[in-house]
């Protein structure tokens, strides 16, 4: 897969305050990836030539949009597929991510829950890992590793703030 690799520090600080006041509504919980899938979806939409596949000799532009999840388990890392996520709002997506990583992890995925995503999100960010490099799934088009959310002093509008970054 030929790659090429971009590197950005996001600041995260209004994601995360509106995140837990949604969380503290109780409910649904959402995580951050479920965030990031629904991000990755819109861009998936604003940019459809990276909603594709490699499908051995052709490349397939899909009209749906199907995001993976990176699952570590003991065996290696297994990627569940949140699919059609073009139909759906956050709460459905936040249900449909936790059923999946819950599925792979007692190891009662079926096939179809991991095959057919256009990317996956994978995140280090819980083992307080900064920064690094996944590698792109065969078949997919792309991939977004993500980092921990630190407080890191950051300048706005020539000011000195406290905000906190995520390195993608």
């Known amino acids: 897969i030929p790659c090429y690799y971009l ?33 990755c979806a819109r861009a998936l939409g604003e940019f459809p030539a990276c909603n594709s596949r490699w499908d051995g000799d052709a490349i397939l532009h899909l009209d749906r949009i199907n995001v993976g999840v990176a699952v570590a388990l003991e065996e290696g890392l297994i990627v569940p597929v949140i699919k059609n996520i073009e139909r759906k709002n956050l709460d459905q997506v936040a249900r449909d991510s936790a059923a999946l990583i819950e599925k792979a992890r007692n190891k009662r995925l079926l096939p179809e ?7 996956t999100v994978s995140n280090l960010g819980m083992f307080g890992i900064k920064h690094f490099i996944p590698i792109v799934n065969p078949g997919e088009s792309c991939i977004l590793g993500l980092g921990t959310v630190e407080e890191r002093v950051v300048v706005r509008h020539g000011a000195i703030h406290l905000r906190r970054m995520m390195t993608m």
Do not use: F
């Open 7 to 39: 590197h950005m520090d996001v600041d995260m600080t209004d994601l995360m305050a509106a995140r837990k006041k949604a969380n503290a509504r109780g409910g649904i919980k959402r995580s951050l990836n479920d965030y990031i899938v629904m991000a």
């Open 113 to 119: 829950e991991y095959e057919g995503g256009v990317m």
